[in-house]
């Protein structure tokens, strides 16, 4: 593992300090970057290290505070989100710090903190992950019809797959069963399903991370079988 693994950007952010210093926080985000699915704890101390070598650089404070959600301290998360907002002005990782109030039982604050900020000035993957977050407070509040409101935004729209695309899908599915509407929260599921194999298809063909997706049914049953076709026009950049 070298330092130079981590980012262009991130790395670009550590040029304030010494190469020595910014090459042994560099393996220190690297290695939380590749541990965090797989051993969230030991990836967390890497990055309390991270922060204890670099605690004025955005991204050490951002890494410290999503490995401190991996853990499920939320109020180290929500602590870490706020610093890194403060140093940063970015509001992208928004979406956590909702779901930080919300681990720590407090809902309603959860909802407070997501309507802080204008969705409008959100990039659009943030804007989907708030909508997710939010109507997971409007759940822990019981308010089932409200939770589903939530998620309908401009891109819950089945015909089009992007990356954020089945995480939502599987959103909404999931507030419908909580509603007793387990026919419509099936649907869902299955074109969650369906963008998932179309992103994925997309993505072993070197295609872009948009698709769309043309559902084919019949007056019995909805179709297995799906076409799928590359929609450049629709394409975004990261």
Sequence with gaps: MEPGEL??????????????????????????????????PLAHQHAISAARRAGR???VRETLAITAYAVGDYALALRELRTYRRITGRNDQLPMMVDSERGLGRPEKALEEGRSVARSSLPVPVQVELAIAMSGARLDLGQKDAALEELRIPQLDPNTAFEYSPAL???????????????????????????????????NGGAGDVVEIIEVEDDSAPSDNTDLSQDDDEAVDD
């Design 7 to 40: 980012d262009r950007i991130a790395r670009n952010e550590l040029k304030t300090l010494s190469k020595e210093n910014a090459d042994g926080v560099a393996q220190h985000l690297v290695m939380a970057a590749r541990l965090i699915e797989s051993d969230a």
């Design 57 to 59: 650089i955005g991204v």
């Design 169 to 203: 899908f599987d959103a909404y599915a999931a507030v419908l069963e909580e509603l007793g509407r387990e026919a419509e929260a099936e649907e869902w599921y299955e074109r969650s399903e369906r963008a998932s194999e179309a992103l994925s298809q997309a993505e």
